[in-house]
């Protein structure tokens, strides 16, 4: 179809481009009726233009449009040349102050904590930089999208409103001019016609509603039976059954789905099918009918094409107008009028109102543009952001009404721009007294919450997700709310104090219909069937939380406001507690010859409300009567004399009951709702509002009402009154054997109170509660923190109320009470209590829960034990009460409260089984304690002539009355004293004492009589001298105890050392031979080291034990024995590659003998070095594939370890493996026959054999192929032909010396190396598998030589034993699996790996010598000689042969460093070579020159040659020392054991190397000069001579991961600006860095899936292939997060290099405070890459957290 309309398209662009735009501007300008010229010109074009095909070409469309539609109006408005116009306008124009820059998604923003009027102020990164905030405390977070920077706008700011870039100019004055008079009146005219026809325009075709047809005036006379079906998108459906539809409705392949879905989802539209009518209809209905069963069905239309045409010009003709108003104020000012101007309809009919009223009808496409206008027009510009305002106020509740039943999230609502307005402080205030907006908004607010009970309190249906859905939606309005009261206000006008108290009276109806929501009754019985409601009502109160704490800020603000709200607010709760006493009857209560009139309610059976809020809301304000003065300055105006006490404390009381009796285990059947209830009214987020507030409001009841009045309810309402008024109820309780639940839970109860008046009396840390500042408060709520244990910065903050800023005004306290601990290279930094505010915990704070209150009790004692202090923790000194509750602490010496302390004394005393506990007393001392606090503190501020009323002293010295005669309060406490049973308490009741007796001097020197003081000190001081002395005799007896048993216990050591001592004997002598083991060197011990050649020092092999970690068993390792394994892992690895973008095309087919020297995929092999035996293994691992198979038919979940891929756990340390590696002798010794003739041939005549047996085993085996068919005749000629070399038997087959179980793991180990390292399938008897042994072993050498090089560690310093193992082990296997192959086949691959350097015309593909990787080479060759080597019985030996072949690579090495040397010249130029050295090598690169035919370039000095030959052939050397050392076992000298200097000369005797190297070449002229011409006269060598490619010089430069910015934001900055490479400049939503080469992924998303072997995976994944050979390393950008990915099914995530000041990572970038970069951490991160221990890290993590597994990895 579309090959039909092609031609079409070309011949309507003809038409189109020959129209220009000046003409048509010219036209314009004669018409009379502007409009419907404008209108034919659209009508005629747009259609032409837009919609012309099943697919959008969006770039040749905006062309055409641009040109042909856009251009003319241009012209228009500019009277010229656009081009030329608008400059000049925008000269004429005065910049704005404002930035105005609107954000991208996932865009950095900056918010100021000190200078911000409120959190929403942000400025964008550019604005920030340049700003004086940079240096404040800032949070940086990443928008949504949408909003934008407030730089420039001086009510968002308290100070440095502007940055450099829009700073006023010293002259300018900010006053409000005309933006109009810089153009001239025609343009003015002619923007405005212009204007005012394409908004209305744009507004009319973006509101139509019908789909075939067109508004009359765009109509055109024959229209085409073209039609699209155009999907729309919604928050309800997900992307699989959008895409599983789409494939079914429009039959197209998953990857369009994918692509429709996407486009959908970012534009909020696509056409997925285009045809006549009846085609798209067809679509539709299938759409619909496979979408609609779960929920409603996805929207689609079927469109005429050019309605959609006409609808894609609107859109670009909206974002033209605001591209049009950048360049000039005064042509924003003329759309801004535009727009707002009524329209004919009146009311609602402006533009501006049309598109907001229409918000939910249109498509996510439509809303983000015109909301992107409305930004840079309406909110740019100040006159006219107020009449907007104005709108959207009026509008509120529709456009709420609209949102909340629209199916897009917020963000795409035009009522998210109410965060733009009501932050404005000067628009909130005009809006609440214009607008009344604060009634509108919680009006709005009550009327989506029409669920009511009887009572009309809300009640709240189950809570589904839909219902959850739509309440967030409705807690939209409550951020408003909040929004409009967040910046306070300073001055009141009239009109101000009656809108904010019309709104406080919505505000309390809300709070009404809140107060008693969702009561409970208590279980009886049977648990609760079904969980009761409860997260809608806590969900409201925590979003109610700030507004509260807010409208309470605003009333402290204006002594007038405060009392008519404080009026208000008791009226409303005389109201719900109308008919206070109604059906429950009053009853008298008695005690101690007081008595109350009190109403019956037992909390356990009548119905309870945790909701309270207009009880806690009077609380609040009466508080702040008090902290503002107002209660002393106007008594009369307030109504205090008419607040009845009992009334106020009732509701808040039985609140703390239930919480006491929920602690007491008496709800247990009600469920673990209440528990949350429970859990969340004294959690941090609700506390504020609700528990504080329950608590002040008891201390405002009792502070007027009669302390023993007070006491005798809070008994009642506890139900304990019966307890106490009942005088023998302890001994009663010990006689009859009641049920043991009642008595705990009455002990809970009577706890549970004492705590509650210890609160009442003690938390006098509000202001205006006690006399202190608002910082007190927080600093004390810190120190109680803080003596749980050190805390970091984060979770102190968690555990602080946070105000409506999101503060929680910790930084202005911290410094006084905490030092800050910076953290390692784990962990996080700690803030540790300062030793001397512990003088200030209060062991019954009331913010501890129970958990928190026994680790502190802990905590403290364990410091003060520490301290060698008694373990007392009396209750602090306190502030004094402010006026209004001065009399709270008359509580603590009414009658009542001594009688409950003397009871429970006395049952502590007496010692009543069960009937009292030990907090219950503890809790009596903490009060004697603060009553003696108390009244010390009043002794000592009295003032002459005021007659002490707190005389505590006096009265617990007084015994009780006549009839029981209990003994006084200190003469109880005195016994107790020494009640053994209660130690713990010694140390307060001793505090307690001393205490009493500081106040009886106190008072008796005011009455002055000196004798009894002086008698108080000498009975205190005489019964602590008792105390002293019984400790130390106990102490004493302690010590003799013990010397005693030590010494019966060195006398039988000495018995069982005389019974056993051949035993000893034998340890002894086996210490002595173990610990000479290790030196293992030979007597003569002064010689020097040699590694390999016919000099190598020789060792005798020490003998190997090993015990397996399965069977326990110990065995030495032979060759005849049964194979002992090491658990190990293979991986591919690109760590040390110069070339990640190689690809092996066909794996199949690759020969990997020869390593490119860019080493661009490695195989690397590491262990965790446990051994055990093969067949342990075997059946180890048998027993875990049985089990994986099992596991398949219960549950498909990934493990952390893939089995399927021969992977497993090591037993011992669950270090992840996938094969086993042999335990060997040193293989050599193994093999080699010692022939040891003294006559070794030197290299000229070695290379000569060797070339010869070459050719020979080569004759032979072609011979043998070709055997079969030629008579034998033949064969003995050709046989005399080639002389077969002295002594070389090649029809000789050596016995392989291994045992059945060692050969079947070298297959083992062999085959697994070669299906990992190729990727292929196993197949053990494949050639390659020897050459992959090798290459692994090599490879696995270089890196570990990288690693020491690089943290510049000795090469033969002290490796760790895993590591050392693992080589030892994989040197020896590589060099003993030839024994396991066919000979032939290593023979051959040794031949070719040897005419690599000397030629032999029977090989055509060789590499050339600047592409082989002498390493590789030399372990290949060195590895493989033995297959020659053990047919030759002419007597040159295997370490004759190893020797030459070293030799031969070493130069090999050397010619390839001198030929890729950069000759760039050194400044310092030497003076004339002199040393050997130098000579030596000029004249060695005078003959490369000479054979590469003057291509290489002159040399530098010799001096320079010299040493980039030394410095490129170090790691060579020490690799080569490593693998020689751990081949033939020679320890390493000394000298190269220990780091410092350069270890050339030390590694060249090692390796029998001459230090001068050239003296190889020397030595060997004869020979080497040929070669050296062979390598040089190579195709390829002559083509990087003369600059035709390239190639890798020496030394290889280390690998390192990408250098990230110190300052995070710039990273958030990047990858803000990367967009999607797949969509079209779409924003990516997880932007991720590949932290190994450093490109930016789009992470997580359909739009980047990318096909890997078969099955969908994203971008990460797809990127570890191609970059890390399976493994990655990234950084997620937006959750500040390191991903490790290994394969598809493991990662981890792991913490990121970044910390904040308070050295803690912010994973999620949830706490904002700036981050930078942590040189250690990323280093680290950097180390287990470099080690290959991605994966192993990423086992240990799913290991250690199972909820790692389920995370689909591959899909990153």
């Keep these: 179809m579309a090959s039909e309309m092609e031609p079409e398209v070309q011949a309507i662009d003809r038409s189109l481009l020959e129209c220009s735009a000046e003409e048509i501007a010219g036209k314009w300008l004669q018409a009379t009726d502007l409009t419907r010229e404008v209108y034919q010109h659209l009508a005629h074009c747009v259609p032409k233009i837009y919609c012309r095909g099943p697919n959008p070409f969006p770039q040749k469309e905006d062309t055409l449009a641009q040109h042909v539609l856009l251009g003319p109006m241009e012209w228009y408005i500019c009277g010229e040349d656009p081009a030329l116009g608008f400059p000049k306008l925008e000269q004429a124009n005065k910049p704005s102050h404002l930035c105005g820059r609107v954000f991208k998604v996932g865009e950095p923003t900056y918010s100021c904590r000190d200078c911000a009027v409120d959190p929403t102020c942000v400025l964008c990164m550019e604005c920030f930089l340049g700003s004086i905030h940079r240096d404040h405390r800032y949070r940086m977070t990443t928008s949504g999208g949408g909003g934008f920077c407030d730089c420039g706008d001086t009510e968002a700011w308290k100070e440095g409103p502007y940055c450099q870039k829009h700073k006023l100019s010293s002259s300018e004055v900010v006053e409000e ?27 009319d075709i973006l509101t139509w509603e019908k789909e075939s047809e067109l508004p009359d005036d765009l109509e055109v006379a024959e229209k085409s039976d073209t039609y699209y079906c155009m999907l729309f998108n919604d928050e309800v459906h997900t992307y699989e059954q959008v895409i599983y539809t789409l494939q079914k409705a429009v039959n197209c392949t998953q990857k369009e789905a994918i692509g429709f879905a996407t486009t959908v989802d970012r534009d909020g539209r696509r056409s997925v099918r285009y045809g006549d009518f009846q085609y798209c209809d067809q679509a539709k209905t299938v759409i619909v009918r496979n979408t609609s069963r779960q929920t409603k069905p996805l929207k689609v239309q079927v469109m005429h094409s050019s309605v959609a045409a006409h609808q894609n010009f609107g859109l670009k003709a909206l974002s033209w107008l605001g591209s049009v108003i950048g360049y000039s104020d005064g042509l924003r000012r003329i759309l801004c009028q535009v727009g707002l101007q009524e329209g004919p309809d009146g009311e609602n009919s402006s533009l501006v109102d049309r598109l907001m009223l229409n918000d939910s009808k249109l498509w996510k496409g439509a809303r983000s543009v015109y909301h992107q206008l409305f930004m840079s027009s309406l909110l740019m510009d100040l006159k006219y952001k107020k009449l907007f305002a104005v709108r959207f106020a009026k509008n509120y509740e529709r456009l709420q009404r609209d949102y909340v039943t629209d199916d897009h999230d917020r963000e795409f609502s035009v009522a998210d721009l109410s965060v733009q307005i009501f932050t404005v402080p000067s628009l909130a205030r005009m809006l609440i007294t214009e607008e009344n907006l604060m009634t509108v908004i919680i009006k709005a607010f009550m009327d989506h919450l029409k669920h009511r009970d009887a009572q009309g309190r809300f009640q709240f249906e189950r809570y589904t997700a839909l219902q959850a859905f739509k309440f967030r939606r409705v807690q939209s309005l409550i951020l408003d709310l909040k929004y409009v009261l967040i910046s306070k206000p300073t001055e009141w006008s009239e009109e101000l104090r009656q809108k904010f108290l019309q709104g406080f009276d919505a505000f309390l109806e809300l709070l009404k219909c809140m107060q008693g929501m969702d009561p409970i009754t208590r279980q009886v019985g049977q648990h609760i069937e079904m969980e009761p409601e409860w997260e809608a009502a806590f969900t409201l109160q925590m979003k109610l939380t700030h507004v509260i704490s807010m409208v309470q800020d605003w009333c402290a603000l204006d002594e007038k406001v405060l009392i008519e709200a404080y009026k208000k607010c008791l009226t409303v709760l005389t109201q719900c507690h109308g008919g206070f006493t109604d059906g429950e009857q009053p009853i008298t209560l008695s005690i101690c010859g007081h008595s109350v009139e009190t109403i019956r309610y037992c909390v356990s059976q009548e119905k309870v409300s945790i909701h309270l809020p207009i009880s806690r809301l009077l609380a609040g304000l009466h508080v702040l009567l008090s902290k503002s003065e107002v209660a002393y300055k106007f008594p009369e105006l307030l109504p205090l004399s008419e607040l009845s006490p009992p009334m106020l404390i009732e509701h808040p009381l039985r609140c703390l009951v239930l919480c006491a009796q929920v602690h007491a285990g008496m709800w247990r059947r009600n469920g673990f709702s209440l528990v949350n209830q429970i859990y969340y009214y004294h959690n941090v987020k609700c506390r504020r509002e609700m528990f504080d507030k329950d608590i002040l409001m008891l201390q405002t009841g009792v502070s007027m009402m009669d302390p023993n009045h007070f006491l005798m309810i809070l008994l009642s309402r506890f139900e304990l009154y019966q307890v106490f008024s009942t005088p023998d109820y302890g ?44 910082a007190e408060e927080i600093r004390r709520e810190i120190i109680h923190q803080l003596s749980i244990k050190p805390m970091a910065h984060s979770e102190l903050v968690k555990s602080l109320p946070e105000d409506e800023n999101k503060e929680t005004g910790m930084e202005s306290v911290i410094e006084t009470v905490a030092h800050f601990k910076k953290p390692g290279l784990t962990g996080r930094g700690m803030y540790e209590l300062k030793p001397e505010c512990a003088r200030e915990f209060n062991l019954y704070f009331y913010h501890f829960s129970r958990a928190e209150q026994s680790k502190a009790e802990e905590a403290q004692r364990k410091l003060k034990r520490e301290n060698k202090e008694d373990t007392a923790l009396p209750p602090p000194a306190l502030p004094p009460f402010c006026p ?109 004492l001393k205490m009493f007796n500081t106040i009886k001097k106190i008072r008796e020197s005011s009455s002055s009589s000196p004798v009894a003081e002086a008698e108080g000190t000498i009975l205190e001081e005489s019964s602590r001298d008792k105390d002293k002395a019984e400790r130390k005799r106990k102490a004493e007896i302690a010590r003799l105890r013990r010397e005693k048993i030590m010494a019966q216990m060195s006398e039988m050591q000495r018995h069982f050392i005389d019974e056993n001592k051949e035993l000893f004997q034998q340890t002894i002598e086996l210490d002595a031979s173990v610990s000479a083991a290790p030196d293992n060197s030979p007597p003569v011990s002064d010689t020097a080291l040699t590694a390999l050649g016919p000099a190598q020092t020789q060792v005798p092999e020490p003998r190997q034990f090993v015990t397996c970690i399965l069977c326990q068993e110990e065995q030495e390792v032979t060759v005849e024995s049964r194979a002992m394994v090491l658990a190990a892992f293979v991986q591919r690895s690109t760590v040390l590659s110069k070339d990640r973008t190689k690809v092996i095309e066909n794996p199949e087919k690759y020969d990997p003998l020869f390593m490119h020297p860019d080493l661009s995929c490695g195989t690397h092999t590491g262990s965790c070095g446990h051994a055990m035996h093969a067949h342990c293994w075997q059946r180890y691992f048998d027993s875990v594939q049985a089990k994986e198979q099992r596991r398949q038919q219960r549950l498909r979940l990934h493990t952390s370890y893939d089995v399927e891929n021969g992977e497993f756990l090591c037993p011992l340390c669950e270090c992840l493996s996938n094969t086993v590696i042999p335990l060997l002798l040193p293989p050599r010794s193994a093999l080699s026959r010692r022939l040891n003739f003294s006559e070794q041939p030197d290299l000229t005549q070695w290379t000569r ?92 050498i270089q890196s570990i030589e990288r690693i020491l090089s690089d943290e510049e560690k000795p090469v033969f310093g002290p490796l760790p034993c895993r590591l050392d193992d693992c080589l030892r082990s994989l040197t020896r296997f590589a060099a003993a699996h030839w024994t ?76 390839q460093i001198l030929l890729t040397s950069c000759t760039e010249e050194n400044g310092m130029d030497q003076e004339n070579p002199t040393g050997e050295e130098e000579l030596a090598i000029l004249s060695l690169h005078k003959t490369l020159h000479q054979y590469t035919g003057s291509a290489l370039e002159e040399a530098p000095s010799g001096w320079h040659l010299w040493r980039s030959v030394r410095a490129g052939i170090m790691p060579f050397l020490k690799c080569s020392a490593l693998f020689f050392h751990y081949l033939n076992g020679v320890p390493a000298p000394p000298d190269l054991q220990v780091s410092g200097t350069s270890h050339f000369e030390h590694l060249c005797n090692y390796l029998s190397l001459p230090t001068n190297l050239i003296r190889l070449f020397q030595e060997n002229s004869n020979i080497m000069n040929s070669l050296i011409e062979s390598w040089c006269q190579n195709s390829e060598v002559k083509r990087y001579l003369s600059g035709e490619r390239g190639a890798i010089s020496y030394p290889r430069g280390a690998n390192k991961l990408i250098d990230l910015p110190e300052d995070y934001s710039s990273l958030i900055n990047q990858a803000s600006n990367f967009s999607c490479p797949k969509s079209g400049g779409d924003k990516s939503r997880a932007p991720t860095l590949c932290l190994v080469c450093g490109s930016l992924l789009c992470s997580q998303s359909y739009c980047c899936q990318a096909e890997l072997e078969g099955e969908d995976v994203g971008a990460c994944t797809a990127h570890t292939y191609s970059c890390g050979s399976g493994a990655g390393i990234f950084l997620r950008v937006r959750e ?34 700036p981050l930078h970069l942590c040189q250690e951490r990323f280093r680290k991160i950097q180390k287990l890459w ?7 890290e990423i086992g240990h993590a799913q290991e250690a957290n199972q909820t790692l597994v389920g995370i689909d990895w591959q899909h990153l």
């Excluded at 032909?1281 to 010396?1297: A, C, K, L, S, V």
Aim: net charge negative.
């Design 1249 to 1340: 054999t060797i070339t010869q047996q070459i050719k020979v085993t080569q004759m032979l085996r072609k011979d043998g192929s070709a055997a079969a068919d030629t008579p034998s005749s033949e064969d003995t000629e050709d046989m005399n032909i080639i002389p077969i070399p002295e002594g070389f038997r090649p029809d000789f087959y050596p016995r392989n010396p291994y045992s059945d179980s060692i050969k079947e793991m070298l297959t083992t180990f062999g085959t697994a190396t070669f299906k990992v390292g190729l990727k292929v399938h196993p197949n053990e008897g494949d050639p390659r598998v020897p050459t992959m042994c090798w290459g692994t072993c090599a490879y696995t």
């Design 731 to 774: 001994k009663r309780f010990s006689s009859e054997v009641t049920h043991k639940d009642v008595v705990q839970q009455n002990n809970t109860l009577i706890e549970e109170m004492l705590y509650l008046i210890i609160m009442l009396v003690g938390e006098r840390f509000s202001p205006g509660v006690g006399q202190v500042g608002p």
């Design 884 to 992: 209004l509750f001065a009399s709270l602490v008359n509580i603590l010496q009414s009658d009542v409260m001594l009688y409950i302390m003397g009871t429970i004394l006395q049952w502590a005393v007496e010692h009543h089984g069960s009937a009292w506990s030990e907090s219950m007393l503890q809790r009596v001392l903490h009060l004697i304690g603060m009553a003696l606090q108390e009244e010390k503190h009043h002794l000592e501020n009295a003032v002459e002539g005021h007659v002490q009323t707190f005389a505590f002293t006096q009265k617990i010295s007084k015994p009780g009355d006549a009839p029981n005669n209990s003994p006084s309060i200190l003469a109880m406490l005195e016994t107790l004293q020494n009640a053994p049973s209660l130690e713990v308490h010694k140390d307060m009741i001793r505090w307690l």
């Design 1730 to 1736: 470099q080690q290959h221990s991605i994966t192993e």
């Design 1680 to 1713: 500040c997060q390191v991903l490790f990915l290994a394969g598809k099914t493991k990662g981890c995530f792991y913490s990121p290099p970044y910390l904040d000041d308070y050295g803690e990572t912010d994973q999620g970038l949830r706490r904002g405070n």
């Design 1380 to 1455: 396991v192959t066919l000979l032939p086949v290593v023979q051959g691959h040794f031949c070719k790996l040897f005419a690599s350097l000397v030629p032999n015309d029977s090989y055509e593909d060789l590499p050339c010598i600047l592409d082989v990787d002498m390493f590789h080479l030399l372990v290949g060759l060195v590895l493989a000689f033995p297959a020659l080597q053990c047919q030759d019985f002419s007597g040159s030996s295997l370490a004759t042969g190893d020797l030459h072949i070293f030799h031969l690579v070493t130069m090999a090495h050397i010619v």
């Design 177 to 203: 001019e005309d933006p109009l008079v810089h153009l001239s009146e025609d343009v003015i005219a002619r923007t405005y016609n212009i204007f005012a026809i394409m908004f209305r325009y744009a507004v």
